[in-house]
């Protein structure tokens, strides 16, 4: 199922579900979002993701991320947000005016400074959990200057993108990619629903092998002895990170380092 997706202002939303016309599966809006997941709908099966997606459902972590969880990045290089999203702008700047997919938003952050500032035709707001949006929901509804905003809320798993092929112009991803289960599976997909022309910009925090023996690189060779450990983040050295970003057909890498702080950017050709 790919879902032909047009952000709508937030009263839309409240709407109970709909089919999709093309596979027939029924999918359910939980008032505040969209959800979009394979699985919405579903009353008796039940699935886990890895822990480092499951972590971010909690409600006690979803309620703490921007109370202090967040804020503790910048000690690791993160700039911090004002900071990270001024960079972020300067790499969207080809595509403004455009739609812009802020994937795995958590509680909404970045979603509302995008929308805040006029850049974007409309704005969705996309995360797996959803105590996340729920948080994300109620900081927009306390933020009066987001009322007339084009800004929606949607569930979805970053794995299956419920969008169009070549339909996004713009798709952030902050502070994500480590706790992503399939990281290639999910640039694959950005990479399918940017629009030609269109941007992909990512923060994460680099591993860095030459300074900790137990980085995710320096324990590559154990992990093909003892197989995948799903508990943790997936760290990525910077040649990585374009490496991944070439593969999924992106150009024009570049990137911003502070630290274990890395902004990377790659465009659809
Ligand atoms: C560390 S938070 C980042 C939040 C925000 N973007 C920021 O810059 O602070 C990581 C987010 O990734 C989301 N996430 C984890 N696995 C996901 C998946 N499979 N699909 C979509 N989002 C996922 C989590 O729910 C969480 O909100």
Not at 89 to 102: I, S
Not at 167 to 185: E, R, T
Request: proline residues 6%; glycine residues 6%; charged residues 20%.
């Amino acid at each position: 199922m790919i879902f032909s997706f047009y952000a709508c202002p937030r009263p839309a939303i409240y709407r109970s579900g709909f089919k999709c016309s093309k596979c027939n599966k029924s999918f359910t809006s939980k008032d505040i979002f969209l959800d979009l997941t394979v699985t919405s709908g579903t009353k008796e099966y039940s699935e886990l993701k890895p822990a480092r997606t499951e972590l971010f459902r909690s409600p006690l972590v979803s309620f703490l991320y921007e109370r202090g969880w967040r804020q503790n990045f910048n000690r690791s290089g993160f700039p911090g947000l004002d900071e990270e999203f001024q960079m972020a702008q300067d790499y969207f700047q080809p595509v403004a005016g455009g739609m812009l997919l802020d994937v795995s938003c958590g509680s909404g952050l970045f979603t509302r400074k995008f929308a805040k500032s006029g850049s974007y035709s409309a704005v969705i707001a996309l995360d797996f959990s959803e105590n996340m949006l729920r948080q994300c929901y109620e900081f927009i509804q306390q933020d009066d200057t987001l009322v007339n905003t084009n800004l929606a809320l949607v569930r979805a798993d970053i794995s299956r993108l419920p969008f169009a092929s070549c339909s996004i112009d713009a798709i952030h991803a902050g502070a994500a990619i480590h706790c992503w289960p399939s990281p290639s599976n999910a640039v694959a997909e950005i990479s399918r629903v940017l629009k030609p022309g269109g941007v992909f910009v990512a923060t994460t925090f680099l591993s860095s092998p030459r300074n900790n023996p137990f980085s995710v690189e320096a324990l590559r060779p154990l992990r093909q002895i003892v197989g995948p450990v799903n508990t943790s983040y997936n760290y990525f050295t910077e040649g990585e990170l374009e490496d991944l970003c070439k593969s999924c057909g992106l150009v024009n890498y570049s990137s911003k380092v502070q630290r274990s702080f890395i902004m990377f950017s790659g465009q659809k050709p």
